[in-house]
């Protein structure tokens, strides 16, 4: 499972969205002012960035035109964009997990010889089989999904520092909170934002299958077995759906977004929900206090993490290929990546750089499992040549959440669209 991979990874926040500062046009003394193009998707903005790219702009002369698009339409726009070549000077993506879909040794520069590449923590994570190295990260690592809980909300109900170690008693703690307090939501889930429920589902599949994870994967992408044949996958499945049938998540799941979930646990209304590290920043910003934990799926005591980090990447066709590769030049150092670790504490991809104030709930769960070699990789760092497809294949995790698919049908679905899809690609085996 690349734990040596793993254990080199530093624990991160993933990284956000940009926003255009405004500056005067005259006040880069010195410096010739050009204009470069910024893609990335909404999921991804922290405010910290508009400091950011006031100051690039100011100082350096080098104004960026964010382009935010939905999450839900990002991979899609950007195989767009690729295709028809009206690229932005830089994109943003998951690395390397989009390596694959986004046939990055025919798109993108090669960024194997830029300065910054010898000053990264964890190179392994963003380079390929070949040395190279197609994206500048963010962080050393990303991805511990955990259920993230409002703490003075659980310690008013006298509940303290959770730790279920079997599925029923995670099932038993969301009951207990219910009981305490019916207003509260216990979990909170968040269907209109497809990547959200997904995340039940990569990760729960993963420590499911506990070691056997990389051999099912394997073996699926090889065509010598169909998701529909992997008891662990349908027994995620009704599990997450028993959660919604009995009552313990928020009404309106179907209709909520992730921000929606944000807000709610932030302000005591929701106590936890199910995703990734980056959610701490945000919910500690509203002035909560975070602790973690992890669902024990099928009774494991696993975490599931992610073999990729946020990834800076310049298309080849990009308009202003040198002003991209300035940008990330001035990124990676601590003059520009501390101003983003301030507000969002993580360990960066950088040595040098200030990480910031790391939530110690978060430390002490990824310390926990690390030390104790209990992690596997989230289902889809196995499966790049599907990437292209998450956006649609997600939608019938949302679909099987509101009551429309079954879990056999889920599955079987999967089936369908991944065999087309592995076929018209020319992957070996199908």
């Keep these: 499972m690349k734990k040596a991979v793993i254990l080199a990874v530093c624990f991160s926040l993933a990284l956000s969205l940009w926003a255009n500062g405004n500056s005067d046009a005259n006040s880069s003394v010195g410096k010739e002012n050009e204009e470069i193009t910024f893609l990335t998707s909404a999921a991804k903005f922290r405010e910290a960035f508009r400091e950011i790219a006031a100051k690039m702009e100011e100082e350096e002369g080098l104004k960026i035109d964010i382009q935010v698009i939905p999450d839900d339409q990002y991979q899609n726009l ?3 964009k690729l295709t028809s070549n009206e690229v932005p000077d830089i994109l943003m993506n998951n690395s390397p997990e989009h390596y694959f879909a986004m046939k990055v040794t025919q798109t993108m520069v090669d960024l194997s010889n830029q300065s910054w590449v010898s000053r990264m923590i964890n190179p392994a994570i963003v380079t390929d089989d070949e040395g190279r190295v197609w994206a500048m990260p963010m962080e050393s690592g990303s991805f511990f999904g955990a259920c993230y809980y409002n703490m003075d909300l659980l310690d008013s109900l006298g509940i303290s520092k959770p730790a ?3 599925f029923e008693e995670f099932v038993n703690l969301l009951k207990a909170i219910k009981k305490a307090n019916p207003d509260i939501v216990p979990l909170y889930m968040n269907h209109r934002d497809s990547w959200t429920t997904q995340v039940f589902m990569t990760a729960g599949y ?7 994870a990389p051999e099912v994967y394997n073996n699926i992408m090889s065509n010598k077995l169909k998701f529909a044949d992997v008891p662990e996958f349908k027994m995620v499945l009704k599990n997450f759906k028993r959660l919604i049938d009995e009552g313990l998540v928020n009404v309106d799941h179907m209709s909520a977004g ?5 807000a709610a646990v932030a302000s005591g209304k929701a106590a ?3 995703n990734g590290e980056w959610t701490i920043s945000s919910l500690e910003a509203e002035g909560a206090r975070i602790g973690a934990f992890i669902i024990p799926w099928a009774d494991h005591n696993l975490m599931s993490t992610g073999a990729y980090v946020q990834g800076f990447l310049v298309p080849r066709k990009a308009p202003n290929k040198e002003g991209g ?3 990330l030049d001035l990124f990676s150092t601590p003059e520009y990546m501390d101003i983003y670790y301030r507000e969002n504490p993580g360990f960066p991809a950088f040595e040098g750089v200030d990480g910031g104030k790391v939530n110690t709930e978060l430390v002490a769960m990824v310390d926990k499992y ?3 070699n209990a992690t596997v990789y989230q289902m889809n760092d196995y499966m790049s040549p599907l990437a292209a497809l998450w956006g649609e294949l997600w939608g019938s995790y949302v679909e099987f959440a509101g009551g429309l698919m079954t879990a056999d049908e889920v599955l079987s679905y999967w089936d369908r669209v991944v065999e087309n899809h592995m076929s018209a690609i020319g992957q070996p085996g199908w």
């Design 272 to 274: 936890m929900i199910y």
């Design 206 to 212: 993963s420590i499911a299958l506990g070691d056997r």
């Design 370 to 372: 690390m030390n104790r």
């Design 325 to 327: 590769l300035k940008f």
């Design 164 to 166: 279920p170690k079997t």
């Design 258 to 262: 992730y921000d929606d979930g944000l």
């Design 78 to 80: 950007i195989q767009i």
